[in-house]
T-cell receptor
């Protein structure tokens, strides 16, 4: 039981490049979330999903896209990376309406 | 939209002093959760409060949910160096499933 796994853990991108961050959970959770964490800003919700095939915008969705084709996976895409997207990205999952959210270890992304 | 505000942003205390962080939501919450993130780590769940006026304790930590279910607090008695980290509150919308975090309070403890 691995919990929530994020890949990659580190990445450096050039401005304009694209990439996809993968979040995988093996707990059969319905809800999945993508957050970004910047100094002094806390955890800001980018996009989230309440079930397979459904996604919704969070607080800071611009510049990101997501997909939830399988219940266990939640992908976060950056189509054209910008330096403002330099951040630590966390994925989380939880049961519907449930108690705790389980977080992945984070992905540190630098856009130069 | 739903907003969760947390104060203070930073707190430096001497070991043995008490610490409190406060959380306020712009909307009524179905529940509130508290998480702790150690430096370089990921957020880890501490507790959830559901009922209006609820108070829960975990050893030296006391969590409280306001009567109107729009505010909450975390109080640590006699801080230790192991308490260092950032404490987040998070509110879940029962309508949308969104889980919104406050900005966090970073606690530094001087030995």
């Amino acid at each position: 039981n691995a919990g929530v796994t994020q890949t990659p853990k580190f990445r450096v991108l050039k401005t304009g490049q694209s990439m996809t961050l993968l979040c995988a959970q093996d707990m059969n959770h319905e809800y999945m979330y993508w957050y970004r964490q910047d100094p002094g800003m806390g955890l800001r919700l980018i996009h989230y999903s309440v079930g397979e095939g459904t996604t919704a915008k969070g607080e800071v969705p611009d510049g990101y896209n997501v997909s939830r084709l399988k219940k266990q996976n939640f992908l976060l895409g950056l189509e054209s990376a910008a330096p403002s997207q330099t951040s630590v990205y966390f994925c989380a999952s939880t049961y519907q309406g449930s108690v705790e959210a389980f977080f992945g270890q984070g992905t540190r992304l630098t856009v130069v | 939209g739903q907003q969760v505000m947390q104060i203070p942003q930073y707190q430096h205390v001497q070991e043995g002093e008490d610490f409190t962080t406060y959380c306020n939501s712009s909307t009524t919450l179905s529940n509130i959760q508290w998480y702790k993130q150690r430096p370089g780590g990921h957020p880890v769940f501490l507790i959830q409060l559901v009922k209006s006026g609820e108070v829960k304790k975990q050893k030296r930590l006391t969590f409280q949910f306001g009567e109107a279910k729009k505010n909450s607090s975390l109080h640590i008695t006699a801080t230790q160096t192991t308490d260092v980290g950032t404490y987040f509150c998070a509110g879940r919308s029962s309508n949308t499933g969104k889980l919104i975090f406050g900005q966090g309070t970073t606690l530094q403890v001087k030995p």
